[in-house]
């Protein structure tokens, strides 16, 4: 199982492939995102644990401007570190930041510049990650949503990743759910009842074939398909039914991870 997943934000090609072979060469999984504008849904189908940025990409300061949208308010990585590597020096001449790591315009964990050994740049990331997980926050637990409608995903991402020990990561359908099943290996599957080509019950059929003992919450926003569902797999889940709230979500999860016998979380 990897160390930690690591999400690269940079423009530079021969950069980004050389860090990446360094760090999976250490046992982290990577994955690498060229552009600004794709990088938000890729925080949300990989659910890395640190993000590695790029201040300057296309002649401008996205990386800047990309920082503090994350860290803001509801914000995707306000619990995730972030690891600005920037050449703007090189570009520029200068640095104009006294602190680059100023909490109004660049609101970031810690600033390398480049050129930077790949080493020591994975020793930062190896002291970043154990600052985080020595904080107050406990183990985190993973947690996978598979459904089909993006509102839904989103909405219950970012619910969940308010919760610091919680990682999130999100599948639009049932066959790449479950192969992020396998990848992922989570603490707890979410899984909406009613989706094309491989509906819930399909989903949680495979499932349990993988990992007997995963806990389950069903989602369906129809409480007269419970009790034909739980037929059909042959046992009770847990169920949320839609609408819910964030606060019956959280609620939801906490039983389920804690133990809570099947059945016993808001049903039919």
Same mark, same amino acid.
């Given at each position: 199982?990897?160390?930690?997943?690591?999400?690269?934000?940079?423009?530079?090609?021969?950069?980004? =492939?050389?860090?990446?072979?360094?760090?999976?060469?250490?046992?982290?999984?990577?994955?690498?995102?060229?552009?600004?504008?794709?990088?938000?849904?890729?925080?949300?189908?990989? =659910?890395?644990?640190?993000?590695?940025?790029?201040?300057? #990409?296309?002649?401008? #300061?996205?990386?800047?401007?990309?920082?503090?949208?994350?860290?803001?308010?509801?914000?995707?990585?306000?619990?995730?570190?972030?690891?600005?590597?920037?050449?703007?020096?090189?570009?520029?001449?200068?640095?104009?930041?006294?602190?680059?790591?100023?909490?109004?315009?660049?609101?970031?964990?810690?600033?390398?510049?480049?050129?930077?050994?790949?080493?020591?740049?994975?020793?930062?990331?190896?002291?970043?990650?154990?600052?985080?997980?020595?904080?107050?926050?406990?183990?985190?637990?993973?947690?996978?949503?598979?459904?089909?409608?993006?509102?839904?995903?989103?909405?219950? #991402?970012?619910?969940?990743?308010?919760?610091?020990?919680?990682?999130?990561?999100?599948?639009?359908?049932?066959?790449?759910?479950?192969?992020?099943?396998?990848?992922?290996?989570?603490?707890?599957?979410?899984?909406?009842?009613?989706?094309?080509?491989?509906?819930?019950?399909?989903?949680?059929?495979?499932?349990?074939?993988? =990992?007997?003992?995963?806990?389950?919450?069903?989602?369906?926003?129809?409480?007269?398909?419970?009790?034909?569902?739980?037929?059909?797999?042959?046992?009770?889940?847990?169920?949320?039914?839609?609408?819910?709230?964030?606060?019956?979500?959280?609620?939801?999860?906490?039983?389920?991870?804690?133990?809570?016998?099947?059945?016993?979380?808001?049903?039919?």
């Amino acid at each position: 199982m990897a160390r930690a997943r690591i999400l690269i934000i940079d423009d530079d090609a021969d950069f980004s =492939s050389i860090i990446k072979t360094t760090l999976e060469a250490r046992g982290y999984e990577v994955a690498v995102c060229a552009e600004p504008s794709a990088c938000e849904w890729m925080l949300r189908d990989f =659910s890395p644990e640190l993000l590695i940025l790029d201040l300057m #990409m296309g002649g401008r #300061m996205e990386g800047a401007l990309l920082a503090r949208r994350l860290k803001g308010d509801g914000g995707a990585c306000r619990n995730i570190p972030i690891l600005v590597v920037t050449g703007v020096r090189q570009q520029t001449g200068f640095f104009w930041l006294r602190d680059p790591r100023d909490p109004v315009y660049l609101p970031v964990e810690e600033v390398v510049e480049k050129p930077v050994k790949p080493a020591d740049l994975a020793q930062r990331i190896e002291r970043l990650l154990a600052k985080r997980g020595g904080s107050a926050i406990g183990p985190r637990r993973t947690l996978l949503i598979i459904d089909d409608n993006p509102t839904m995903r989103a909405a219950c #991402m970012e619910v969940l990743l308010r919760v610091p020990e919680y990682v999130v990561a999100v599948a639009q359908d049932g066959m790449s759910g479950l192969e992020m099943l396998r990848r992922y290996e989570p603490d707890l599957l979410l899984v909406d009842l009613l989706m094309p080509e491989m509906d819930g019950v399909e989903v949680i059929r495979c499932a349990r074939k993988d =990992s007997p003992g995963l806990p389950v919450i069903g989602i369906t926003g129809d409480g007269l398909a419970v009790a034909p569902a739980e037929r059909r797999l042959g046992l009770r889940i847990q169920w949320l039914l839609k609408p819910f709230t964030p606060a019956e979500l959280r609620e939801a999860v906490r039983q389920a991870l804690d133990g809570v016998a099947a059945g016993q979380g808001r049903s039919a």
